[in-house]
T-cell receptor, first 109, second 115 residues
Framework: DAKTTQPNSMESNEEEPVHLPCNHSTISGTDYIHWYRQLPSQGPEYVIHGLTSNVNNRMASLAIAEDRKSSTLILHRATLRDAAVYYCILRDTDNDMRFGAGTRLTVKP | DTGVSQDPRHKITKRGQNVTFRCDPISEHNRLYWYRQTLGQGPEFLTYFQNEAQLEKSRLLSDRFSAERPKGSFSTLEIQRTEQGDSAMYLC?????????????FGPGTRLTVT
């Protein structure tokens, strides 16, 4: 399975944008890039996914490098409720997902 | 729809006892997944079902673990002869199957503590 590399932790100030990086240098052409987040004491929740083009939804934006070896999840205005562990996952099937340790985001008021 | 539910939310058991967890997926979802998560780590895949068929099992799923989804709706995960190393959060997720686009919806998890 192609692996992802994320920083262990990041900090942000409330109401400022946050850019969460993910490196996936061994990504294959059929791998989709998915992001999930896990709030404290909850199961993970879907955030966004993409293949080649940048994607936007109500929660976040996903910027994918042209060579697809890295991507960035963008939270446009961080709130205290965005404090969570964010996971970047590569999927080429609809079977299981392989989570890494993710990035723990701390949002300071 | 109330989402994915899991029962119980917490379970404390003594080493050597058997435990069973239940997961109720979102009703129209035909895929159901089990994961295990230990402190500070991301969830680890255990097994998944397409309707009632168990299609894949991780090497993490030892012989003491068994999962069922008898009618393609709810699922149970049983751990026999529990060990302290089984202490973890057990997460269930469901999704529509058939494409990599479909997101997985996770339940709140069952936290198991083996004493």
């Amino acid at each position: 399975d192609a692996k992802t590399t994320q920083p262990n932790s990041m900090e942000s100030n409330e109401e400022e944008p946050v850019h969460l990086p993910c490196n996936h240098s061994t990504i294959s052409g059929t791998d989709y890039i998915h992001w999930y987040r896990q709030l404290p004491s909850q199961g993970p929740e879907y955030v966004i996914h993409g293949l080649t083009s940048n994607v936007n939804n109500r929660m976040a934006s996903l910027a994918i490098a042209e060579d697809r070896k890295s991507s960035t999840l963008i939270l446009h205005r961080a709130t205290l409720r965005d404090a969570a562990v964010y996971y970047c996952i590569l999927r080429d099937t609809d079977n299981d997902m392989r989570f890494g340790a993710g990035t723990r985001l701390t949002v300071k008021p | 729809d109330t989402g994915v539910s899991q029962d119980p939310r917490h379970k404390i058991t003594k080493r050597g006892q058997n435990v069973t967890f239940r997961c109720d997926p979102i009703s129209e979802h035909n895929r159901l997944y089990w994961y295990r998560q230990t402190l500070g780590q991301g969830p680890e895949f255990l097994t998944y079902f397409q309707n009632e068929a168990q299609l894949e099992k991780s090497r993490l799923l030892s012989d003491r673990f068994s999962a069922e989804r008898p009618k393609g709706s709810f699922s149970t995960l049983e751990i026999q002869r529990t060990e302290q190393g089984d202490s973890a959060m057990y997460l269930c997720a469901s999704s529509l199957g058939g494409t990599v686009y479909y997101e997985q919806y996770f339940g709140p998890g069952t936290r198991l503590t083996v004493t």
